[in-house]
């Protein structure tokens, strides 16, 4: 079935440096979401990408969408302890439903 | 707008029992999806809800089940509690599909089996 696999697993990173998560699929997905859960929290909505090689930004955090619709990533620039979290993408192929990342857990040192 | 609201927030039960764990969706959303997370496994997705159908499901053993109901509220049962089944059980909603549009989660119920 449908995999998307998330890395890395774990980040650590000092606060103003950059961070990026990478998501591939094992299929071409029809869109990709991403979503932020904070520690005690619930999954909360970032973005959708939908076109191929799409690039979205908010901020200081880049969204893009590879040419074949196979991969994505995340990037926060100059990260702040407000980034604290566990980053998940999640895609989906024709009629199959949701398939979450297991996310990447990025933690910010002051 | 009332956010998704899933109750109850925590639950303790042990082996062989048996739990129902209820999700309110926003107001107007159609869709309800659910999730089991626990640590290092991310979101494995249990089953999706429509107009009181299940549209989809997840590969989860028959123990789990869930429904929809007429005002689009669902449940889902857990029977025959294992350890294992010890996670937090998220709920999304969503206005139609949840494959092309955003999903509002609520905060979870956090189950342990003892």
């Known amino acids: 079935g449908q995999q998307v696999m998330q890395i890395p697993q774990y980040q650590h990173v000092q606060e103003g440096e950059d961070f990026t998560t990478y998501c591939n699929s094992s299929?071409?997905?029809?869109?990709i979401q991403w979503y932020k859960q904070r520690p005690g929290g619930h999954p909360v909505f970032l973005i959708q990408?939908?076109?191929?090689?799409e690039v979205k930004k908010q901020k200081r955090l880049t969204f893009q969408f590879g040419e074949a619709k196979k991969n994505s990533s995340l990037h926060i620039t100059a990260t702040q302890t407000t980034d604290v979290g566990t980053y998940f993408c999640?895609?989906?192929?024709?009629?199959?439903?949701?398939?979450f990342g297991k996310g990447t857990r990025l933690s910010v040192i002051a | 707008k009332a956010g998704v609201t899933q109750t109850p927030r925590y639950l303790i039960k042990t082996r062989g029992q048996q739990v129902t764990l209820s999700c309110s969706p926003i107001?107007?959303?159609?869709?309800v999806s659910w999730y089991q997370q626990t640590p290092g496994q991310g979101l494995q997705f249990l089953f999706e809800?429509?107009?009181?159908?299940?549209?989809n499901k997840g590969n989860f053993p028959g123990r789990f089940s869930g429904r929809q109901f007429s005002n689009s509220r669902s449940e889902m049962n857990v029977s025959t509690l294992e350890l294992g089944d010890s996670a937090l059980y998220l709920c999304?909603?969503?206005?139609?599909?949840?494959?092309?549009?955003?999903?509002?989660f609520g905060s979870g119920t956090q189950l342990s089996v003892l």
């Open positions: 999304a909603s969503s206005l139609a599909d949840p494959r092309n549009e955003k999903l509002f």
């Open positions: 299929t071409t997905l029809s869109n």
């Open positions: 809800y429509f107009s009181e159908t299940q549209r």
């Open positions: 999640a895609g989906n192929s024709g009629n199959t439903p949701l398939v």
């Open positions: 990408l939908v076109k191929s090689g």
């Open positions: 107001s107007g959303h159609r869709s």
